[in-house]
Structure formats: structure tokens, C-alpha cells
């Protein structure tokens, strides 16, 4: 109502000109279909609407939809749960019934094994001599086939005369036996206890009927012992075996199905065999224990429940038609849709009533809000006038420029807050993932959900690298091979580089589509090899790359980064312009083989330095005569990696020349030397090179040896002489003289048998103790002559060497005399 009553301040003509909507609606309002025609024919009233709309469906219809759901869901469960028990007891009272009828089956052949006739049957060679044993055993078999109607046939049959006896006869030969395909199984059998076996059978007496399938007990004979010596075997009628009385209590379209022990065959409760269709649609869902599931036969859907026996390892399966089960839920649906209908038309007729109410003073003030080019005019006519109008616009256009300036800011600064973000991903890993997932979209940054990994570009002779090039061209280097490796991967999946002032360029990778890890090794590692070849052809300098293994969480791609550094620790091996993924950087036979070269060129190392001199050298020869003999037993190893770890052995005989006197190459020669060596094409031409270069550079260093010691000796000693008064050390001396300390003081020490530092003391206590004689001077000025500005450390110094003080040195050197002149 506010904004209704601050309208009407503005006159009359003028607010008519800025909302002509109103000025229609304030002429029909008194008409409702005209209001209404109007009121649609405005998109702004529309939006109102339709959000009022899905408000009060939110609000009144959702929550009916939501609990209707929510009971049918209940109904549905509470009824599946007692269909599913109701089918689990009657399950388990049938199995219960079957595992007594089966088991009576089998006590029936156990109490005819255990009889006293049968055994001696069974040990006689000459049965016609038996015939009280064979009418017992006959009246047994009667008394079974006449008290178990569910038994067809019976009869035991004799292993030894290949001989048959049934119910109703004495003895027949077994080719007299109409059914003879049960005799397989008995000679086929490798257990003693009885066994349930559904066998297909044909009729002999019906030659048009096709096979059926007959479930039969064989229990062989006797019960102990290894031999097989016969068997009982009892043929059972199916339908009454499977006509149980739980099964006359099923409900309407229930069957129960039963399954043989081999899971090959089912029955229903007439004993007919199941069609093996329908059996296969199921048959693998069945579990070893009580398991319920859902499917189909043919097109209609059903709900099985299905029990094993522990005992006879006979299944049972009920199976309940679904349409059964969901009468009550397809009545409850149909409810909810009438109700829900009901629902949505109360929430139109209400969303259409409050947007009429609230339609007019919101819809005035929001074209006055975002109708910028109004801001000006409207301005100009509230000059000069207070209210709450005129408020409303100074602020507004206030926010208006300060929004603008904020998404300036926020627009320039991006870059730098994606960089910023982007370095914390790969240092901080995280179990939120969600929360990691949302700062990436919040940052702009796609992740499409398909896994990450991260590649690191390592510029190759990065020392050279900054010496060569000014801080302002190493960025704008750093700058293109980033924005480079970005352009390149982003034609294969979403890449974003992270590059810092360092020798590391960061590539973080997001896979667009799903991919076998076997795809994407090979894909990361070509496009690797194609960042650098594309490098090495546009710049001066080149990169080798490191892998990091694909994280499916953004929160752990902080762990593919530090695969990807530890993946580059390799380079030092696999030499420059490298990639190395990290599922190779260990653990496969190529990378033994680096350790195991490692290893012997670490060795080899430590014995440079002492085999630069006659009695060390001969080890260096052993050493690598060793490992040329390595190398023609392990060929695995890369050339180019050997090559490299060799020319670090040479640049090691190189540094220790150096070291011994031996002039130090410029660049130009340096870079002979290495030319030189990189002309070598065989690892054995390696060696011997090695081993040359090796030589003729101990034999310079012996050569000089042998020609300096007595001329630099002598320089030095010619220096000391002239400067023992000054502050002078050896270091100083080697480095004007342009050779190693340990090497000068070495060949001082061979020439003058005492150290530098003993030879500058002595001379200095030579040069006190003449002055002391000789002269009248103070020790402290003596102290300062000969290069102690300290008079207590000239004192302590003197008295060490000479075992007394200066002043008792000048006594003992001058003795007192009597002069003829003077009275004392």
C-alpha cells in the first residue's frame, strides 16, 4: 500500500506516461473479465502468478502429493513384507512336509541296507539258493510300494549277476527291465549315501509321448565299504510327491515351485515339469538360503520367494503374481490424482487472487526500479522535494554504481583468485568433496565429474635458464608454455595451468567423458609428449613432464600432484625433454635396472677423486672395467640414460683437474668436450672413451705435479717473506695464484716439511728476535712489525716458540757491561 500512496504524489499525466499498465487497470478495474484480459496480457502480472502458483502448490499440493506417497509407499511395503512372510512360512511348512516324505524315502532304502537278508544278498555268489533272504527282501519292497502312494516303482538292483528284484517278482535279468537308464548313475557314483537324481525317461509303451523327466532315489549298496555291490532304487510319482497339503492353501495365481537338488529341473504342485523358458528367467537368482526378488515370466511380472533345504538340498519357490499386490495401491493412486487435481485448481483460483491484490503497487515499483533510463528524469522532477520517493531513487542509483564497480573489480581480479585457488587445490587435500565441487563452479572452473590428474612442466636447465634470461622474459616464457599445455590439453579435456616464478608449470586436467584407465595412460602420456614437442619447436628451452595418477575426487587431487613431483625425481635419470608418468616411475623392470646403474655410478663417483693420483687410478680401471661387463649382461638399461650418468663421471674427472692445477676450459671447449662425447653411439665406445679421457687427464695431472711444486713453493715462500707483516692466508694466496687450496697447501708442505701457517710463525718469530737484539724498540711495537696487533697474543705466540717471554729473549740476547765513562 506504500508504494500506492507514493505514486499518487506524482501527478496525474506524469504517472500515466511512466505506468500505462496501471492507468488501464485503474479504467476497467471495475469490470473483472476486462482486469483479468488485461492482467494476462502483462507478462510481469504472468511471472507473479505462475511464482504465486508454485508457491502454494509447493505449500498445499506437494505436501498432500508427498504424505499420499508417502502411506501408498507404507501400504505397499507393509504388504509386500506380509506376502513375503506369509510366502516364507508356507515356504518353510512345505519344506518341512517335503523333507519328511523324502526322508521317509530315504529310511525306507537304509532299513532294507541294514537288513540281515540284504547283506547276505549281497555277499552271495549263488543267489538262487536264497530264496527265504529274496521273499524277505520281496515283502520288504511290497510293504514300501503299497504304504507310500507317492512311490511308483521300487526295486534293488544286484551289481554282481547284473540281476533285478522288484515288488511283484523274485529276480529278473536287468535287460528284462523296461527303465534301464537309472544304471549310469549307480556305476557313475562316488559317494555311499543317497542321492535325489531327476533323469528324463521315455515310456517304451508310448511311442508318441516325448520324455519326461523322473525324479528318483538311489541309495547304493552296502552302506560301508568302498565297492559298490547294488542298489535301491525308488522311482517317485511327482504329482502326488508334489501335491503337499500347504500347497491347496495358496492364494489366487500362487504357485509353488519345486527344484531338484542339481538346480536343473522344476516342478509344480502337479508334478509336471516346469517349461525350461520360464526356469532360465530365474534360475540364477536363486540364493543357497531364503532370497526374495522380483521378475518376470514371459510378460507378466511376479514376486518370488525361495528357501533351500539344508537337508535334502531340494528348493522351494513361491511364486505371487504382482498385480495382486498392488490392487490396493493402484486404488490409493487413483485417489491421489483426484485429490491432487483438487489441490491445483485451489492453488490457481488462490495464486490468481493474490496476484491481482498484490499485482498493481509491486509491479509499479519494480519498472520504476529497473527502468534505469527513468532514473534521470524522475531525479529531475523530485528535486528539490523530500519523501520517501525521492529516497528510494538517491539510493538506488547509489547501489546502481556500486554494483557496477564491484563487477569490474570482480571481473578483473578472476584470474588471480582462479590461480590462487587452483595452487590450494593441489597443496590441500580434503575428504569434502562436495564442498571442493562447488568452489571449482564458483570459481568458474568446469569439473566434469569423470576423474583429475595432474601434469608438471619442468623447464629442463633451469639455473642456465635464469641466467640467461631477465625476470621480466622468464615470466612471459612461463606465461606461454602454460597458456600453451592449456591450449593443447583443452582439446581432450577441461585444462587449467598453474604457473608460478619458479621452474614448475602446474597443468590440472579434468576428464570430459568416462574413460578405462588403460585409455587414459595412454592418452596423458601422449599428450604430455605433445606439450613438449610443441615447447622445444616454439621456444629455446624445453620441459619434461611429470604424471600424477587420476583422482575421481576433487578432494584428493592434492595426492596426483605429489605423484607427479615425485614422478619428475626420475628426471635426474631419464634426462631432459622426459615424461614420466608415475605408474612407471617404479616398480617395473626399467626402473630396477636405473637403480641398479644408480647404485654402480654412485660407486664409481666416489672413486674419482682418489683416482686422479698413480696408486688410485688402477681402482677407477677395475671399476669401470666392472661395469662395461655389467653393462653386456644387463642390456635393459636406456643409452640415453647411461649416457648422461657417464658424462657426469667425466665432468667429475673434469672438476677434479681443476682441482689439481690443471687450466679450467672455457665455454667454448666445454662445449667441444660434450660435443665430443655426444658423437659416441655405443655404450662400450662410452666407456672407452671414458676411460681415455680418464687417463690423459691423470697423466696432465701428474705431469704438473711433477714440473710445479718447487716453482709455486717458491713463490709462496718469496710471498711470505715479503708480506709476513701483513694479515695473509693461504686462501688468499691460492686464489691469486688460481689453484685449489688443498692442492697448494699440499705441495708447500712437500717442499718445506711444515704446514703454511707454521712457516709464516716461524718466520715472524726470526724477524722479533733480531729486532729484539738489534733494536730499542717496545715489544708492542715489535708485536706490530711483524704482523701481531695484539701485544698478548705476540707474548703468548713468542713464549710457545722460544719457551720465554720477549722481554727475558731481549735480556738473555743482551747482557749488561760496564761502562769506563760512567760511576756506579
Not at 515283502?139 to 504304504?147: F, P, Q, S, V
Not at 531364503?290 to 535334502?312: C, H, M, Q, R, W
Not at 667425466?650 to 679450467?664: H, M, T
Request: aromatic share 10%; net charge neutral; proline share 4%.
Amino acid at each position: 500500500m506504500k508504494a500506492v500512496h507514493i505514486s499518487r504524489r506524482l501527478p496525474s499525466a506524469r504517472f500515466a506516461r511512466c505506468f500505462p499498465e496501471r492507468a488501464v487497470y485503474d479504467k476497467r478495474g471495475k469490470h473483472m473479465l476486462s482486469l483479468i484480459r488485461v492482467a494476462f496480457s502483462n507478462f510481469k502480472f504472468r511471472s507473479l502468478f505462475f511464482r504465486n502458483l508454485l508457491w502454494l502448490t509447493g505449500f498445499i499440493t506437494l505436501p498432500v502429493l508427498f504424505m499420499g506417497l508417502l502411506g501408498n509407499w507404507y501400504s505397499q511395503t507393509s504388504i509386500n513384507e506380509e506376502v513375503k512372510q506369509s510366502s516364507t512360512q508356507m515356504l518353510e511348512q512345505t519344506r518341512r512336509l517335503m523333507d519328511l516324505l523324502l526322508s521317509q524315502v530315504d529310511q525306507v532304502s537304509i532299513q532294507l541296507a541294514q537288513s540281515k537278508a540284504m547283506s547276505t544278498l549281497l555277499e552271495s555268489r549263488n543267489m538262487a539258493e536264497l530264496d527265504p533272504e529274496l521273499s524277505e527282501v520281496r515283502k520288504y519292497l511290497l510293504d514300501a510300494y503299497i504304504n507310500m502312494p507317492y512311490i511308483e516303482s521300487i526295486y534293488v538292483y544286484y551289481a554282481g549277476p547284473n540281476k533285478v528284484q522288484t515288488p511283484l517278482s523274485q529276480l529278473m535279468d536287468f535287460d528284462e527291465l523296461d527303465d534301464k537308464s537309472w544304471i549310469s548313475l549307480v556305476k557313475g557314483g562316488i559317494r555311499k549315501e543317497g542321492q535325489w537324481y531327476v533323469r528324463s525317461y521315455k515310456d517304451p509303451d508310448d511311442s508318441i509321448a516325448p520324455a519326461s523327466a523322473q525324479v528318483t532315489f538311489i541309495r547304493p549298496l552296502p552302506l560301508l565299504g568302498t565297492g559298490i555291490k547294488g542298489a535301491v532304487i525308488i522311482n517317485m510319482n511327482q504329482p502326488a510327491l508334489f501335491q503337499s497339503p500347504s500347497m491347496r492353501l495358496m492364494r489366487k495365481g500362487e504357485e509353488i515351485w519345486v527344484v531338484s537338488p542339481d538346480g536343473n529341473y522344476a516342478f509344480n504342485k502337479a508334478g509336471l515339469r516346469v517349461p525350461p523358458a520360464d526356469f532360465e528367467q530365474i534360475k540364477s537368482r536363486i540364493g543357497t538360503d531364503i532370497s526374495a526378488f522380483d521378475g518376470k515370466l514371459g510378460v507378466v511380472d511376479y514376486s518370488f520367494t525361495a528357501v533351500n533345504s539344508p537337508y535334502t538340498s531340494w528348493k522351494y519357490i513361491d511364486i505371487m503374481p504382482s498385480e495382486s499386490l498392488h490392487t490396493r495401491s493402484i486404488n490409493m493412486q487413483r485417489f491421489m490424482f483426484i485429490l491432487t487435481g483438487l489441490c491445483m485448481a485451489a492453488a490457481v483460483i488462490s495464486a490468481f487472487i493474490m496476484s491481482i491484490r498484490v499485482y498493481s503497487p509491486i509491479y509499479s515499483l519494480m519498472e520504476f526500479i529497473r527502468n534505469r533510463s527513468i532514473i534521470g528524469p524522475l531525479k529531475q522532477a523530485l528535486s528539490g522535494r523530500s519523501g520517501e520517493l525521492s529516497v528510494i531513487v538517491s539510493a538506488y542509483e547509489s547501489l546502481l554504481h556500486k554494483g557496477d564497480s564491484l563487477e569490474q573489480q570482480l571481473a578483473q581480479n578472476k584470474p588471480i583468485l582462479q590461480q590462487s585457488f587452483l595452487n590450494s587445490v593441489l597443496f590441500e587435500k580434503t575428504s569434502l568433496h562436495k564442498e571442493r565441487a562447488e568452489r571449482f563452479a564458483y570459481y568458474g572452473l568446469t569439473l566434469a565429474g569423470y576423474g583429475c590428474f595432474v601434469c608438471v612442466l619442468r623447464i629442463d636447465h633451469y639455473s642456465s635458464f635464469t641466467s640467461a634470461y631477465s625476470q621480466h622474459d622468464q615470466s612471459l616464457i612461463r606465461y606461454f608454455i602454460a597458456k600453451l599445455a592449456e591450449e593443447i590439453a583443452g582439446e581432450y579435456m577441461h585444462a587449467y595451468a598453474i604457473h608460478a616464478e619458479s621452474s614448475d608449470i602446474k597443468l590440472l586436467c579434468s576428464l570430459k567423458e568416462p574413460q578405462p584407465r588403460e585409455t587414459f595412460m595412454l592418452q596423458s602420456v601422449k599428450l604430455a609428449e605433445l606439450i613438449c614437442a610443441q615447447v622445444r619447436r616454439h621456444l629455446t628451452v624445453t620441459v619434461s613432464a611429470g604424471i600424477g595418477d587420476i583422482r575421481m575426487e576433487p578432494g584428493h587431487i592434492a595426492d596426483s600432484f605429489a605423484e607427479a613431483l615425485e614422478a619428475l625425481n626420475a628426471k635426474a635419470f631419464k634426462g631432459h625433454e622426459s615424461v614420466i608418468p608415475c605408474w612407471i616411475s617404479d616398480g617395473d623392470g626399467d626402473q630396477r635396472g636405473v637403480k641398479s646403474l644408480y647404485m654402480q655410478l654412485k660407486d664409481l663417483r666416489k672413486k674419482v677423486p682418489h683416482g686422479m693420483n698413480e696408486e688410485g687410478y688402477s681402482e677407477l680401471e677395475i671399476s669401470l672395467a666392472e661395469l662395461e661387463e655389467q653393462l653386456r649382461v644387463s642390456p635393459g638399461w636406456s643409452f640415453e640414460l647411461f649416457q648422461a650418468a657417464m658424462f657426469q663421471i667425466v665432468l667429475d674427472v673434469y672438476n677434479k683437474s681443476v682441482e689439481n692445477g690443471l687450466e679450467a676450459f672455457d665455454e667454448e671447449r666445454l662445449t667441444l668436450l660434450h660435443a665430443s662425447f655426444n658423437q659416441v653411439e655405443t655404450a662400450e665406445e662410452l666407456l672407452r672413451w671414458t676411460r681415455q679421457y680418464a687417463g690423459e687427464t691423470k697423466r696432465l695431472i701428474t705431469a704438473r705435479l711433477q714440473q710445479q711444486p718447487a716453482a709455486v713453493s717458491t713463490q709462496i715462500a718469496e710471498y711470505i717473506e715479503a708480506h709476513y707483516a701483513y694479515d695473509i692466508s693461504l686462501g688468499g694466496i691460492a686464489e691469486q695464484l688460481r689453484l685449489d687450496p688443498s692442492y697448494v697447501s699440499r705441495l708447500f708442505k712437500q717442499e718445506y716439511r711444515m704446514n703454511f701457517s707454521d712457516y709464516l710463525i716461524s718466520l715472524r718469530m726470526d724477524k722479533a728476535k733480531e729486532l729484539l737484539k738489534n733494536t730499542t724498540l717496545s715489544i708492542k711495537d715489535i708485536g706490530m712489525l711483524v704482523g701481531y696487533e695484539n701485544q698478548r697474543s705476540f707474548n703468548r705466540i713468542f713464549k710457545k716458540q722460544e719457551g720465554v717471554s720477549p722481554g727475558q729473549y731481549r735480556d738473555m740476547a743482551s747482557p749488561s757491561t760496564l761502562h769506563k765513562g760512567e760511576v756506579y
